[in-house]
């Protein structure tokens, strides 16, 4: 049997919908709005942005009148699909920080280890209950060629204070046993896995206990600017708030302006049937890190609670920034990934997969939370996530709402909060240069060629779209 036919015989039986989002606790969805209302703010979205600003609102003036509009459910989007790999950075990792933001890169380090307590402390104040483990991030060379980047990567982790180990060939398979792996780099503080659905539902609770009013199934469809004020309108009802903050991430809901910096990534997850006793065995990961490799295209990789596989990393994008296309709901899109996962796991090659989906990243030129102000400050986005957004959206989410209220805080003179990622292209351009980068990310370690000028000059325009940049 090839391959692909063992891929697509794994996903024979596969549901094309998120894991996390797939479980008998999920909550009945609010009423939707169906009258005129007014508050004192509103916020667009009920992710995890959104979820934590009206949190941070109520706890900072429990007398504010906060209300979220979705236009789905919560976590729909993003937040009820990534892997939930947990880490300390606020602006997509370390390396990441330093490239764009030398000069604030320590207060961010700084804003990121407090962050992180934060999130901590809520969630046992709160006591929610979202499966979470501290095993810490493990970056995974794949290859000998991968190790230069984990050293360079671990001199930057000492640098900022960080628990962080290298590990030897040896190392890395007593952690994680898989035939690929040389080398490996453990950050052991501040990091691990959650269940992102179960955080987010229990978000929902916290807010909705704080007083936060809550309508699902109520997309934005027209704002207004009041002066002061925006007025919001909705299929069957309106919002007249003093203040708005736009938690749509890659949705791009309240302004056409918002996609020109914004682009809809698709990233694709597959999980497996829950492994036995044995299964485990062959593979180790007593310590339950949540992993990233080394490969051009990367893959990552955790364990749930109850012991399957989550498998992920090959981007996708729709014409148009389509965030639900048809198209992401069948195995050819998968197997791929599946082909990968059986790589790096040999020993599960029977397997099978009782999940797999998509889901829409906010993908920008930097790769971090940035806003947009919008009807002379009283409309806020913040948005931009595309990777550690479990954790940063609560940090984002803080200094959106600072700037949405006009609170001169350290924070909101930090280079990230001043500035804007670049323009992306239009349309049809824009789906090209997809289409040509992603084929290229998906074989550029095998095959090389046109490929890493490519790739070389795409960074250029100011995309990071490798873990490190091309030499």
Known sequence: MSSIEQARKALLKTKFFPYWLDHKDAPEPEPALQEDIQCDLLIVGAGFTGLWAAIHAKEQNPQRDVVIIESQCVAIGASGRPAAILSASVVHGLENAQRFFPEDIDALETLGKENMDGFRATIEKYNIDCDIEWGGELTVAVGKEGIPDLEREHKLYSAHGHDAHMLDADEVKAEINSPLFDGGLWSKQRSGTVHPAKLAWGLKRIATDLGVRIF????????????????????????????????????????????????????????????????????????????????????????????????????????????????????????????????????????????????????????????????????????????????????????????????????????????????????????????????????????????????????????????????
């Open 216 to 471: 699902e199934y109520t997309p934005l469809q027209d704002s207004t600017h009041l002066k002061p004020g925006v007025l919001v309108k909705t299929p069957e009802g309106s919002v007249r708030a003093n203040k708005v903050l736009l938690a749509t991430n890659a949705f791009a809901a309240g302004s056409k302006k918002i996609k020109n910096r914004v682009a809809a990534i698709r990233d694709r997850i597959v999980v497996t049937e829950p492994l036995s006793d044995e299964q485990l065995a062959t593979i180790g990961w007593k310590n339950r890190q949540g992993v990233y490799d080394t490969r051009t295209q990367l893959n990552y990789m955790r364990l749930t609670a109850d012991n399957r596989i989550l498998f992920g990393g090959r981007l996708g994008y729709f014409f148009n920034n389509n965030t639900d296309p048809k198209a992401d709901k069948s195995a050819d899109n998968f197997l791929n990934l599946v082909k990968n996962f059986y790589a790096t796991f040999p020993t599960l090659k029977d397997i099978r997969f009782s999940h797999a989906w998509s889901g829409p990243i906010g993908l920008t030129t930097r790769m971090a939370v940035h806003y947009q102000s919008y009807h002379d400050g009283d409309m806020v986005y913040a948005g931009g996530y595309s990777g550690f957004g479990v954790t940063a959206t609560r940090f984002g989410s803080r200094i959106g709402l600072a700037i949405l209220d006009g609170d001169d805080i350290p924070e909101t003179r930090l280079k990230f909060a001043t500035t804007k990622p670049n323009y992306i292209p239009p349309e049809p351009f824009r789906w090209i240069g997809a289409k040509i980068t992603m084929y290229a990310l998906d074989t550029m370690d095998e095959k090389g060629g046109w490929r890493i000028p490519w790739i070389r000059m795409v960074e250029k325009m100011g995309f990071p779209i490798t873990q490190n940049e091309l030499g």
